[in-house]
């Protein structure tokens, strides 16, 4: 078979390396010289796209780095060749059942929960796909459960992926740059179950307007879960306890209270424990859980005013679950906006005074109505002005609801770009 395989970041290389396993005759399209300057023994086509280079091959294999209205794409389809993505061509060389786990928001800390909870159980669960490590990657590897975390670019293009146990978190607008259309996005995550069977548990929020459409309109074995109620059916919080099954654990115990990681908590464990895990081992990783690195990381308080690095929240869906998680908020917001609505996000009642960075940094501005606002043109001076705007109850809060790259390299890059100042600073005070 001749495949082409667009793109040559994480998952290009990792379809090109399982395509030189299986024999298969690859080539790699990518747009930067540089990246296919990294590639060695296949050939490659770079810089502007041209059609004829689809001539000859039988299977296009896509990246998540490029949009579905891509020139290469849609070249593809039109010329009728099968395009798939890494998740499609590894799903069909694995042997390992597979827990996936999509949403707008969530997906890495339910993924790292649910991986924790089988290997903690004594199970080999290997956690992959969006998460960093490729799919393609674990084919010929023998552990007893993967774990795939699936962004809505990944299961665009699916024809037979389907996971034993599927959790769908939430769908908010998000990647409209990518997807152009939210119906295109929600068909995306909704591929999460396009061949799921009635046998196949689907767990999802209840509390998620999206989540409950998709979950009602398919015919899966549906298990609703909340950080907020449980209902006749499902597993959550009732009353004082999170209630699942075999397992009931009091909130007091529990590290966090923001219903949005309490839902993580009910959906991992829901899904681990349909998965083998032992109610000893899921306990304990509720126990002790910690959320992601700048999911809510606290910075430190100083002067009855606390800092909180979210730079995770790179769309307005997660920014508002942010803010609301505080009373009082001076929010640092902004970057690169993905084509979404910022106004809920600063219009949210707990946000007192709004500090706007980045490209989307008018826009902000614009959208903020009454709030008290200004912009910043770095990291730096947008601390500066948060500490100056803050006051004793404060919660200064980087919730940017948009993409880092006009500033960054990376929200990890963001983050810890906002924790070293804020640290400088109250240090040289």
């Given at each position: 078979?001749?495949?082409?395989?667009?793109?040559?970041?994480?998952?290009?290389?990792?379809?090109?390396?399982?395509?030189?396993?299986?024999?298969?005759?690859?080539?790699?399209?990518?747009?930067?010289?540089?990246?296919?300057?990294?590639?060695?023994g296949v050939h490659t086509f770079g810089g502007e796209w041209q059609s004829d280079w689809l001539d000859?091959?039988?299977?296009?294999?896509?990246?998540?780095?490029?949009?579905?209205?891509?020139?290469?794409?849609?070249?593809?389809?039109?010329?009728?060749?099968?395009?798939?993505?890494?998740?499609?061509?590894?799903?069909?060389y694995l042997t390992a059942p597979i827990i996936a786990v999509t949403g707008t928001n969530g997906k890495?800390?339910?993924?790292?929960?649910?991986?924790?909870?089988?290997?903690?159980?004594?199970?080999?669960?290997?956690?992959?796909?969006?998460?960093?490590?490729?799919?393609?990657?674990?084919?010929?590897?023998?552990?007893?459960?993967?774990?795939?975390?699936?962004?809505?670019?990944?299961?665009?293009?699916?024809?037979?992926?389907?996971?034993?146990?599927?959790?769908?978190?939430?769908?908010?607008?998000?990647?409209?740059?990518?997807?152009?259309?939210?119906?295109?996005?929600?068909?995306?995550?909704?591929?999460?179950?396009?061949?799921?069977?009635?046998?196949?548990?689907?767990?999802?929020?209840?509390?998620?307007?999206?989540?409950?459409?998709?979950?009602?309109?398919?015919?899966?074995?549906?298990?609703?879960?909340?950080?907020?109620?449980?209902?006749?059916?499902?597993?959550?919080?009732?009353?004082?306890?999170?209630?699942?099954?075999?397992?009931?654990?009091?909130?007091?115990?529990?590290?966090?209270?923001?219903?949005?990681?309490?839902?993580?908590?009910?959906?991992?464990?829901?899904?681990?424990?349909?998965?083998?895990?032992?109610?000893?081992?899921?306990?304990?990783?509720?126990?002790?859980?910690?959320?992601?690195?700048?999911?809510?990381?606290?910075?430190?308080?100083?002067?009855?005013?606390?800092?909180?690095?979210?730079?995770?929240?790179?769309?307005?869906?997660?920014?508002?679950?942010?803010?609301?998680?505080?009373?009082?908020?001076?929010?640092?917001?902004?970057?690169?906006?993905?084509?979404?609505?910022?106004?809920?996000?600063?219009?949210?009642?707990?946000?007192?005074?709004?500090?706007?960075?980045?490209?989307?940094?008018?826009?902000?501005?614009?959208?903020?109505?009454?709030?008290?606002?200004?912009?910043?043109?770095?990291?730096?001076?947008?601390?500066?002005?948060?500490?100056?705007?803050?006051?004793?109850?404060?919660?200064?809060?980087?919730?940017?609801?948009?993409?880092?790259?006009?500033?960054?390299?990376?929200?990890?890059?963001?983050?810890?770009?906002?924790?070293?100042?804020?640290?400088?600073?109250?240090?040289?005070?």
């Amino acid at each position: 078979m001749r495949m082409l395989v667009l793109g040559g970041g994480i998952s290009g290389r990792g379809a090109v390396r399982l395509a030189g396993r299986l024999g298969h005759d690859v080539a790699v399209y990518d747009r930067d010289p540089e990246v296919l300057a990294e590639l060695s023994g296949v050939h490659t086509f770079g810089g502007e796209w041209q059609s004829d280079w689809l001539d000859g091959f039988d299977l296009v294999v896509t990246s998540p780095g490029l949009p579905e209205h891509s020139a290469p794409i849609t070249a593809a389809l039109a010329a009728g060749l099968p395009v798939w993505g890494e998740l499609e061509f590894a799903a069909r060389y694995l042997t390992a059942p597979i827990i996936a786990v999509t949403g707008t928001n969530g997906k890495t800390t339910v993924t790292t929960l649910i991986a924790d909870m089988l290997n903690a159980s004594g199970l080999r669960a290997t956690a992959a796909g969006n998460i960093g490590t490729a799919l393609t990657d674990l084919v010929g590897s023998t552990p007893d459960v993967i774990v795939v975390e699936a962004s809505s670019f990944q299961l665009r293009f699916i024809e037979e992926f389907a996971p034993n146990v599927a959790v769908l978190l939430n769908i908010a607008p998000d990647h409209l740059d990518w997807h152009q259309t939210f119906e295109n996005y929600r068909d995306a995550k909704a591929n999460l179950i396009k061949n799921a069977g009635p046998d196949v548990p689907l767990i999802f929020d209840i509390d998620d307007a999206e989540a409950g459409r998709v979950a009602a309109g398919s015919s899966t074995l549906a298990i609703p879960v909340s950080g907020k109620s449980r209902i006749a059916g499902g597993w959550g919080v009732d009353g004082a306890r999170l209630v699942l099954d075999g397992l009931e654990l009091p909130l007091d115990e529990i590290p966090v209270s923001d219903p949005a990681f309490l839902l993580d908590l009910a959906a991992a464990g829901t899904a681990a424990l349909l998965a083998g895990a032992d109610t000893e081992a899921v306990g304990k990783i509720i126990r002790t859980f910690e959320p992601v690195n700048h999911r809510r990381t606290v910075v430190g308080t100083w002067g009855n005013v606390t800092w909180v690095d979210d730079s995770k929240a790179t769309n307005p869906h997660s920014a508002l679950a942010s803010v609301a998680a505080f009373r009082s908020v001076v929010l640092i917001a902004g970057g690169r906006n993905k084509g979404l609505d910022l106004a809920p996000i600063v219009r949210h009642p707990s946000v007192r005074m709004v500090v706007a960075i980045g490209e989307a940094a008018q826009e902000i501005i614009a959208s903020t109505d009454q709030t008290p606002s200004r912009t910043a043109g770095s990291m730096e001076e947008a601390v500066s002005a948060a500490a100056t705007m803050a006051r004793p109850g404060d919660t200064v809060l980087l919730a940017p609801g948009c993409a880092s790259f006009d500033m960054f390299d990376s929200y990890e890059h963001r983050g810890d770009v906002f924790r070293q100042v804020v640290l400088e600073m109250e240090e040289g005070e």
